[in-house]
């Protein structure tokens, strides 16, 4: 095997015999490279964060078989000790999320948010991000750039005053405008039909700044000189962004997207929960696998029961992303994942 890769690298002339002969004694001889200080000081630098995976990451998924038993604590010990004494119920604690009557509602709401937030949460932001890089004013993008990615620092409870404050019954603003144009007053936290836009809608709010930052820094990274030359062969804006800034974004976008696939079984609390303000009315619209758990959780106070749900959404979500990588990767090998 040696012989044919010096062979191969002979054959371009690159290198001559003795410089094969040199390297390849070096190889077969097993020569081991020396640890620099460099190596050293990139190692100490990586510690903290190698450390804080071990701690909160890795540490933690021993918690994993608390999905399997029915825990709990016991008097005078801690809770390790609890956990392992605690009775082995298999996949008891699985059936309660098909416990509900309409299990197929809070599954359906999960994966059809989640397939739309996919699709604009790739789009919106690329779109954003092109038209900000075409900006000739750097002092204009730059404060356009801040008030799109501002939201993204709110959470939800403050996004949720600002949902109310247009909603409200008696003093939103969309209700005092219907009423200035002779309009009735909607029930906006009655009526679940406008619930899927309006949370769609906040969502991108929010999120759109973050993902439009990722690909302004594609953007930027991109080669000058290709755009120079497709302005001296007569390409118009257009063409530029559809034959230059596209396929360089492809691999982050594609990068984001298989990402974005692995978590589709999982969804913001706070969006689903705290934006509707838990209205009882709108549970066909906003229920979804973990406003269900933390529903089913304050009345039944088992911690199994989350347990199984979060172990069942990363099951789901591992198999979802490998399931996208693999698409990708047999459609475009160099821009899968893994």
């Known amino acids: 095997m040696l012989h044919c890769q010096r062979a191969k690298i002979l054959s371009t002339g690159l290198l001559t015999q003795p410089v094969m002969e040199y390297l390849g004694d070096r190889v077969a001889v097993g020569v081991k490279r020396k640890t620099t200080k460099d190596d050293v000081e990139l190692t100490i630098l990586a510690l903290p964060t190698t450390i804080w ?6 540490l933690p ?3 994993i078989i608390i999905a399997f038993k029915r825990y ?6 801690n809770f390790i000790v ?16 098909f416990a509900t009557p309409d299990p197929a509602i809070m599954f359906r709401n999960t994966l059809l948010y989640n397939a739309a937030f996919i699709v604009l949460g790739i789009l919106v932001p690329v779109t954003l991000a092109i038209m900000l890089s075409q900006l000739h004013s750097v002092r204009l993008a730059k404060v356009c750039q801040t008030m799109i990615f501002l939201p993204h620092f709110l959470s939800w409870v403050v996004v949720s005053y600002f949902v109310f404050s247009f909603l409200s019954v008696d003093r939103g603003l969309v209700n005092r405008l219907l009423l200035s144009v002779g309009r009735e007053e909607l029930q906006w936290y009655l009526d679940p039909r406008p619930w899927p836009f309006i949370l769609v809608f906040t969502n991108l709010w929010k999120g759109m700044g973050y993902g439009m930052v990722l690909y302004l820094a594609a953007i930027s990274g991109i080669d000058g000189q290709l755009y120079e030359a497709a302005v001296i062969d007569g390409a118009s ?10 396929p360089m974004l ?11 696939v692995g978590r589709i079984f999982s969804t913001d609390f706070g969006l689903f929960y705290q934006v509707p303000r838990d209205s009882g009315s709108l549970v066909s619209v906003t229920q979804t696998i973990d406003v269900y758990v933390y529903k089913a959780l ?5 911690i199994g029961f989350s347990s199984a749900a979060a172990f069942m959404q990363s099951v789901f979500g591992l ?5 996208a990588n693999f698409v990708v990767r047999k459609l475009d090998p160099d821009n899968s994942l893994f």
């Open 53 to 58: 995976y071990i701690l909160f990451t890795y």
């Open 61 to 63: 998924m021993f918690g």
């Open 72 to 77: 709990r604590p016991i008097r005078g010990t």
């Open 82 to 97: 609890s956990l392992l004494r605690s009775e082995w119920v298999g996949f008891d604690n699985f059936r309660f999320l």
């Open 237 to 246: 804006k257009w063409q530029q962004v559809w034959r230059i800034t596209l």
């Open 250 to 260: 492809k691999p982050v976008m594609t990068i984001l997207f298989i990402l974005s």
């Open 298 to 302: 304050m009345t039944v106070n088992n």
């Open 319 to 323: 198999v979802t992303i490998v399931t």
